[in-house]
């Protein structure tokens, strides 16, 4: 299993000492069949009151902490090692009674996935609907055949476009620009697969970059999809690099909404005014040195990062 290490650094700048509220951070990704932690650290300036952990909704890690002094620097830096193993989807594998669309969950798990099946956005026009269908065969179709044409038809000809504000486009958006961001493309192909019955997760981690490939979004936290297939369990499927199964995913949290997994959330006090900037970066390295950095910067207060009063 290779050993991929991430640090993610995100600074918060103000023009004079503000305060700090409790901060929430998802940033420590559980052990799984293809992942597990080996080494995690927080690194909070000017640092931190109290630091405790608990499990969301989902079983997610959610990291608190407090920051008692007054400054006019945040910087908080998540660092963690892990062993990574991809595992790749096999038709084999899959459930006998699941291995054509369309096919029945069976009635143990139907309520528990029940939420994650319900689509979020309103298909008014049934632009959504429309696209959904061209990868539906008559009679049956393949399950692993048609997710893994939907995960390659958004990499082949939709166009990434870097975005940093917080948030989402809707499907719709996206599918008249033909292009988005990670989030926007996630956020298509779970509305797309809900709409025919699957169970479907927003994913948000890392991606590594191996030396002499070329991946969309580095650099940053990543989003993708995770699929609930009988007899395979949660599969990974990355539209916007078109890759099938876990391969390069360093997986943080699943959830079923996206605005459930902010990975920075907190509060400061002072006036609208003192805040300044703020940057991330982020560093993935892998065993033999490779890396994929790319830093981001922002001259407006993050989704999360709310002022809570002056």
Same mark, same amino acid.
């Given at each position: ?16 000492? /503000? +305060?700090?509220?409790?901060?929430? @951070?998802?940033?420590?990704? $559980?052990? #799984? =069949? !293809?992942? %597990? ?29 407090? /920051? +008692?002094?007054?400054?006019?620097? @945040?910087?908080?830096?998540? $660092?963690? #090692? =892990? !062993?990574? %193993? ?47 269908? %061209? ?47 990670? %989030? ?127």
């Amino acid at each position: 299993m290779p050993v991929l290490s991430v640090e993610h650094t995100t600074v918060y700048r103000y023009r004079r000492p /503000v +305060g700090f509220g409790e901060h929430r @951070l998802l940033g420590r990704p $559980r052990d #799984t =069949v !293809d992942q %597990r932690l080996i080494e995690w650290s927080l690194d909070v300036t000017p640092g931190e009151d109290r630091l405790r952990h608990t499990l969301d909704a989902f079983g997610n890690v959610v990291t608190h902490f407090s /920051v +008692g002094t007054r400054a006019r620097e @945040l910087r908080v830096v998540n $660092r963690m #090692t =892990v !062993d990574h %193993r991809a595992v790749v989807p096999v038709v084999g594998e899959v459930a006998s009674y699941a291995r054509a669309w369309p096919f029945n969950y069976d009635a143990g798990d139907v309520p528990d996935l029940a939420r994650l099946r319900e689509p979020l956005s309103d298909d008014a026009d049934h632009a959504l609907a429309r696209w959904t269908r %061209r990868f539906l065969k008559p009679g049956e179709t393949g399950t692993l055949e048609l997710l893994a044409a939907m995960t390659r038809a958004i990499h082949d000809e939709f166009s990434y476009r870097a975005r940093f504000e917080e948030g989402t486009q809707s499907p719709s958006r996206t599918l008249v620009l033909c292009s988005g961001t990670c %989030r926007d493309f996630a956020v298509l192909m779970i509305e797309a697969v809900r709409a025919l019955g699957f169970a479907a997760r927003f994913v948000t981690g890392y991606l590594h970059t191996p030396r002499g490939e070329h991946h969309h979004g580095g650099g940053a936290t990543h989003a993708w999809v995770e699929v609930f297939v009988p007899g395979l369990g949660w599969v990974d499927f990355d539209p916007t690099n078109g890759i099938l199964g876990s391969h390069d995913l360093i997986r943080v949290a699943s959830v079923r909404d996206w605005r459930q997994a902010v990975p920075l959330a907190g509060t400061w006090t002072g006036f609208p005014a003192d805040f300044e900037s703020m940057d991330v970066s982020v560093v993935v390295r892998n065993g033999s040195g490779g890396t994929d950095a790319r830093p981001r910067h922002r001259d407006e207060p993050p989704e999360g990062h709310v002022r809570a009063e002056a």
